[in-house]
């Protein structure tokens, strides 16, 4: 069972930048297509972006293309990085991982972490 664990959340300024992580418990880890998902309160959680195993595509869902950028780190680590972040991109970030492909339904995905509150101040 690969257990996922995000991090780099927090509180900051419109135009700002963050980087989330998310590591997983075992190193056959990048057999796996993974994702970051959203939600904000009251809304539907919904795909920001995914790369497939061994980081060869990336997919981005429009409203973040250009500003945030995923990544396979290590074996055992997948990135996020956010720039120019705005208010509307406030939301609970989760990261989620399948054996299948990088899709954007969430009901894809066997894997999911805890999530990460990423808050943007206008």
């Known amino acids: 069972q690969v257990q996922l664990v995000e991090s780099g959340g927090g509180l900051v300024q419109a135009g700002g930048s963050l980087r989330l992580s998310c590591a997983a418990s075992?190193?056959?880890?990048?057999?796996?297509?993974m994702a970051w998902f959203r939600q904000a309160p009251g809304k539907e959680r919904t795909f920001v972006a995914g790369i497939s195993n061994y980081g060869r595509t990336t997919y981005y869902a429009d409203s973040v293309k250009g500003r945030f950028t995923i990544s396979r780190d290590n074996v055992n680590t997948v990135s996020l990085q956010m720039n120019d972040l705005k208010p509307e991109d406030t939301a609970v970030y989760y990261c989620?991982?399948?054996?299948?492909?990088?899709?954007?339904?969430?009901?894809?995905?066997?894997?999911w972490g805890q999530g990460t509150q990423v808050t943007v101040s206008s």
């Open positions: 989620a991982g399948t054996r299948g492909i990088a899709v954007q339904s969430a009901t894809a995905y066997d894997y």
């Open positions: 075992e190193r056959t880890f990048s057999r796996y297509a």
